[in-house]
């Protein structure tokens, strides 16, 4: 199992780390790879409450309000006590919690503070992947200021973020990205955790499947239909059972199963889609005023293709009905 200690304060929210390090120097360790999964902890809600202190302690979502059949894209964590999560329409989070706080998204300011971010990346290493506005891979393997320790990089960076943005951050350590993301959902909020190579099969072994980074709930389900649990579960099929029950994907459940993921961290990894949506608060019936919305959307699409410079081969049109 991997060690968690808690409460030692090494900042001034006494975050709860994990403090076994990933020295560089070793001989045993000298070949594999250090890498940091960063994940903001509840990003969007976390930025409106330090800009409003009247949120702050509050169950608070930010997202369309349920009278314009909006959704939660980001739930604070006192509102994820009452069972309100992303995602979820809104409609269903204030009848979880009525007293709930709706905030209308402000992409411009968390893209700024996002950027803020990546600069404190940078200090440390240029192979930073980044994955949404909150959340990012680095591998420190090689860093810029020769920082022995993977877990004393990511302590740094952790303080530094507190420092220049007011919000905390919770990071996972281990050899590959698939272990240094588990890592980092072990001990949130404001949290660290290191996984060690040597930790590395016991961990995942005991890990629920549904745990597992890349493995959904309507997977999930099917796993537990074929008797997979565990980590250990999904250890024991063989790559040509899993690969039969769910294609492509299973090899890369196959390796998970065994820790091992050698996907690299890019650094500029290519965008691979870009779209629009909308929601309505009345259903729509007439034809000239669905594609009178349509033309609005595939405007704004048409934006954004000619913002990064880009076109695309597949065009896709998602529609959801009242039922």
Known sequence: MYYKISNLGFNLLKARLLVVELPLGQESIARTRKIVHV????FYASVEQRD??????????VGGSPNQRGVVAAASYEARKFGIYSAM????????C????????????????????????????????????????????????????ASTIARYIKTAILQETQLTA?????????????????????GLTVILPEQAIA?????????FHGIGE??????????????????????????????????????????EDDRPVEANRVRKS???????????SDVGQMLQELEQIAQIVEQRLEKHETRGRTLTLKVKFSD
């Open 170 to 190: 919770t990071a996972g350590v281990s050899i590959n990205k698939f272990l240094a993301k588990m890592a980092s959902g072990q001990n949130k909020p404001n």
């Open 52 to 61: 409003n202190p009247s949120y702050r302690g509050k169950p608070l979502v």
């Open 98 to 149: 009525l007293g709930l706080i709706f905030v209308r998204p402000r992409f411009d300011v968390y893209r700024e503070i996002s950027t803020s971010i990546h600069a404190i990346f940078k200090r440390y290493t240029d192979l930073v992947e980044g994955v949404a506005l909150d959340e990012a891979y680095l591998d420190v393997t090689e860093n810029r200021q020769n920082i022995p320790y």
């Open 274 to 284: 870009i779209g629009a949506e909308t929601s309505f608060a009345q259903d729509l």
């Open 203 to 211: 961990f995942v072994e005991q890990l629920a499947i549904e745990k």
């Open 218 to 259: 309507v997977t999930a389900t099917k796993m537990h239909s074929l008797g997979i649990h565990t980590g250990a579960d999904l250890k024991t099929r063989s790559l040509l059972e899993l690969t039969h029950h769910f294609g492509k994907a299973g090899n890369y459940y196959y390796k998970i199963a065994r820790a």
């Open 89 to 96: 329409p809104s409609v269903t989070a204030i009848a979880n």
């Open 39 to 42: 994940d903001m902890d509840a």
